[in-house]
């Protein structure tokens, strides 16, 4: 008996190394790092890691689709939109609104033996309406939401698998795919005028991969409440695009490079303490150390070739800016409470509390990124009611639907003294206002059938 | 000119997704697609989202897939890329309102890239076929649900597909630095799937699927302003005034037809299995996938070039055909814990692709594909799989007859030439069931 245990073990410690080290998990687009996955976990400020027990798992934390005992899926709707203003612009600045399709399932695989109950696959996706991947890359001393206008641009995928190491402990990982674009467009004009092209433009992936740990005394020690402890890794991600542009205009090359970086969305270390109790109430504060400083260049990296015989002319290539970001500290506090227990439906009361601050410099520069310190609030309502319509009545219906407020602190800009008159934030700009967001979701938990 | 045609063929092969091209599943390749009425695995997100509701459970199946194209130009060899990738999907059941419901995936992730578009003038020789839009990344999921169990289901899917558009802005300058902007964006494209499935006699299974064509936009936009150059700045003498180059592609891609395909699988007894598909292919739908290069100069650059309108793309008038598919598979032996299968397949595919008399180069023939596979469906004896495993493999050889081009004028700077070819194909994959 006693081998048969060390046997399992090893199988065991094999498939934990496994699964760290292909660590493959989801760290969902810019959207979900903004506003968050789920009604449920935007509805607790996103504060939801040591506590995920649904089909988001998948997403918050992928080690907690091993602790649970059926798969679970979901499909949902979120929405956003602003009420910002770009203080002391000459002209607006649009942020489109987004809203997109959520849908998610954590399944924990029925192996038997030594794998019984250990393993679980899932996944969690986000299609934004009428976009797969857009890039966006303004002028760069064009005032922009540097950070907030990207929300909603790019499409998420992301697998997940997760082990159960003993009861209670469970670690996970996966991998979000991404795209890079690249390709080239040459053009030759010869001296008659006619023209001669070949485009070519690809979509190359990478993955940007995601782990976590989730811990739940109570479920060693029997009982039915307790602290719940979680970690979540998530690393950096974001798209490049970089296309040559050559052109030969009867003989005479205008070749131009452009390469580009976007939808920057930094690596982020994230710890999270809940405390509750099944089927009751949860409640959590989580703390998240985000890695900005890493914040790329955003704006265009320009090489130019262009010379013009007889004409002694020498155009310039583009010159970088400094971005200059700091590393941030998110602290993130949530909490959800049943309100209502009846025969046929309980119902839910969640709420939230997030503050993000800034991690956009003073802009007292040429580029004018606009950014404040935010304030999230959120509410939410969660129904549950007994299947219909499933063979198993014990399989229940979900419901959940919130409402995400964020606050922008008000943050004015004032130029240095050698910048140009003609900077579109000169002398001084800055920003106000508020984001908001709502969404709904339907889950269920179902059967091998 | 055959320079050219190699050097154009490194970069790629070209119509119709991957599925289309090579098949959606490694046990639906080894009976050569004839699948409709099948379909009890991740394969029927393609072939017919109706037999789906065959499947009970959950299932798993990831694989791959090898394609190695040996084709010949003028009895020549010509290198065109090799089309391979992960294949994966998932399979889930459940009775809602007492009907079977089954919700399937399937993804093909090419090695290299999730999408490749190569947009080349019209001249140009390609293998129309293999040479570009089987570069792309597919995934097609579906819902199945059993109106009479097991008898009659229905079913509906999507193929998600993008089109791409958005190009650049810049301003190259003499006097300071060049700066630009970008706006691209890829969007998606929902191409549905409708099938109808049958048992009619235990013995009898019919399948029906309809699916609609895909084709992908390119519309790249790009803008190069050019302030006034002047030299000798105390004098501000100018050189060239204030221009602005427009470079506009446009262009379709990764055209796949639309489809209706019916099949019938008959299980002659427990050990052999026979299905027989056909499908209509709307090739006339086809646009001609070269690039149009818009190309304009405004200002002082436009003195000092000259850009003479480009002639539109004709229609490429390829045709509508139909595509017969026959498979057979063979269980020779069944033991308690295991059941070996093996498998076989044809199909023939007339080119939709008209004689090549005119400017255009369009490579393709009549093609013949046979398959063989073999599968292995294994319990555990251990307890660990809950349901059998399978592993399933194939190896697929495709013939491309000879097929001379004459040209209707000696002047056409392409001249006669003679394709045909041979593409040689391979997939594994391992399912697991719960």
């Excluded at chain 1, 950070?147 to 641009?153: D, K």
């Excluded at chain 1, 009751?280 to 260049?297: A, G, I």
């Excluded at chain 1, 800009?413 to 000169?426: E, R, V």
Aim: proline share 6%.
């Amino acid at each position: 008996m006693i081998r048969i245990k060390i046997h399992h073990t090893r199988r065991v410690a094999a498939l934990c190394f496994m699964i760290v080290v292909a660590a493959s998990a989801p760290a969902l687009g810019d959207a979900l790092f903004t506003y968050g996955y789920t009604p449920r976990g935007m509805a607790m400020g996103n504060a939801i890691i040591a506590g995920v027990d649904d089909f988001s798992a998948s997403y918050y934390n992928p080690a907690g689709m091993a602790l649970l005992e059926k798969p679970s899926f979901g499909i949902g709707y979120m929405a956003t939109g602003d009420f910002l203003k770009a203080l002391h612009a000459d002209d607006e600045i649009e942020l489109d609104d987004m809203q997109g399709l959520l849908i998610g399932s954590s399944i924990p695989l029925p192996f038997g033996a030594f794998l019984s109950r250990r393993l679980a696959f899932g996944f969690s996706c986000f299609f934004p309406d009428g976009v797969i991947l857009a890039i966006k890359v303004p002028y760069p001393t064009e005032p922009q939401y540097v950070l907030l206008q990207n929300s909603g641009r790019s499409l998420s995928v992301a697998a997940t698998v997760s082990l159960r190491i003993i009861d209670g402990v469970a670690v996970g990982g996966g991998a979000q795919l991404f795209d890079n674009t690249s390709g080239r467009i040459d053009a030759t004009v010869d001296p008659n005028g006619k023209v001669e092209a070949t485009v070519g433009q690809e979509l190359t992936s990478y993955y940007a991969p995601i782990a976590g740990v989730m811990i739940r005394p109570e479920l060693w020690s029997g009982k039915s409440s307790g602290f719940r402890f979680a970690a979540v890794f998530r690393e950096k991600f974001f798209t490049e695009y970089e296309i040559p542009i050559s052109s030969y205009l009867g003989g005479v090359p205008l070749v131009v490079n452009l390469r580009a970086v976007s939808l920057f969305t930094p690596r982020q270390w994230i710890g999270g303490v809940g405390y509750g109790k099944n089927g009751s109430y949860h409640y959590e504060l989580d703390v998240s150390y985000n890695e900005w400083s890493e914040f790329p260049d955003p704006n265009f990296d320009i090489d130019v070739k262009f010379e013009i015989p007889l004409l002694p002319i020498e155009f310039q290539n583009s010159k970088p800016y400094q971005t200059d970001f700091k590393d941030t500290v998110t602290i993130r506090a949530g909490g959800e409470k049943k309100f209502y227990d009846g025969d046929r439906l309980d119902l839910w009361g969640r709420g939230g509390y997030a503050f993000e601050p800034s991690p956009v410099p003073d802009q007292t520069g040429e580029t004018n990124y606009l950014d404040g310190d935010r304030h999230i609030g959120a509410i939410g309502l969660g129904m549950e009611i007994p299947g219909f319509g499933f063979s198993d009545e014990s399989l229940p219906h979900r419901f959940d639907f919130v409402f995400q407020y964020h606050y922008l602190q008000k943050r004015v800009f004032k130029k240095d003294t050698s910048i140009d008159a003609d900077n579109p934030g000169y002398p001084r700009i800055g920003i106000d206002g508020s984001l908001w967001a709502v969404g709904a979701s339907y889950s269920t938990l179902f059967d091998y059938q | 000119m055959i320079i050219a045609f190699v050097a154009v063929m490194l970069c790629g092969s070209a119509l119709a997704n991957p599925f289309d091209s090579f098949g959606a599943g490694v046990r639906a390749n080894a009976m050569g697609g004839a699948y409709a009425a099948l379909s009890e695995d991740i394969a029927g997100a393609y072939y017919n989202p109706a037999a789906l509701t065959q499947a009970h459970g959950l299932q798993f199946e990831f694989g791959y897939h090898w394609a190695e194209p040996h084709l010949e130009f003028n009895h020549k060899p010509v290198d065109v890329d090799k089309n391979a990738g992960w294949q994966f999907g998932g399979l889930a059941s459940q009775y809602i309102f007492k009907k079977r419901f089954t919700a399937g995936a399937n993804i093909f992730v090419p090695d290299d890239h999730v999408m490749r578009f190569l947009m080349l003038p019209r001249s140009e020789a390609r293998y129309v076929m293999y040479s570009n839009d089987n570069h792309v990344l597919v995934a097609d999921v579906a819902v199945g649900l059993g109106i009479v169990e097991d008898r009659f289901s229905v079913g509906f899917g999507l193929s998600l597909m993008g089109d791409n558009a958005g190009g650049v802005d810049m301003q190259i300058r003499e006097s300071e630095s060049s700066t630009g902007s970008l706006d691209s964006n890829i969007k998606p494209i929902y191409s549905p799937i409708y099938g109808l499935w049958g048992r009619p006699l235990d013995m009898l299974r019919l399948g029906l699927c309809y699916r609609e064509k895909t084709e992908v936009n390119l519309d790249l936009p790009n803008t190069i302003h050019i302030p006034e150059l002047e030299t000798f700045d105390e004098n501000s003498i100018s050189i060239l005034a204030e221009s602005e180059v427009y470079l506009v592609a446009e262009s379709y891609s990764h055209f796949s037809p639309r489809m209706i395909q019916f099949g019938a699988a008959w299980d002659i007894s427990p050990a052999w299995l026979v299905s027989a598909d056909v499908a209509w292919q709307q090739w006339s739908a086809y646009h001609d996938q070269s690039i149009d290069m818009i190309i304009e100069l405004d200002g002082g650059l436009g003195q000092l070039f000259k850009i003479s309108p480009q002639p539109p793309l004709e229609d490429p008038d390829f045709e509508d055909i139909f595509v017969p598919a026959f498979g057979v598979e063979y269980i020779p032996a069944k033991r308690d814990l295991w059941r070996l299968a093996l498998r076989g397949g044809y199909w023939y595919r007339p080119s939709p692709v008209p004689d090549q008399k005119g400017i255009s180069n369009f490579a393709d023939s009549d093609t013949h594909a046979f398959s063989a596979g073999i599968g292995i469906n294994a319990k555990d004896s251990y307890g660990v799989a809950p349901k059998p495993f399978s592993l399933d493999m194939y190896g697929r050889l495709r013939v491309l007859e000879e097929r001379e081009i004459v040209k209707d004028s000696m002047a056409n700077p392409a001249g006669d030439f003679v394709i045909g070819g041979n593409i040689y194909g391979f997939g594994a994959s391992a399912t697991m069931r719960f």
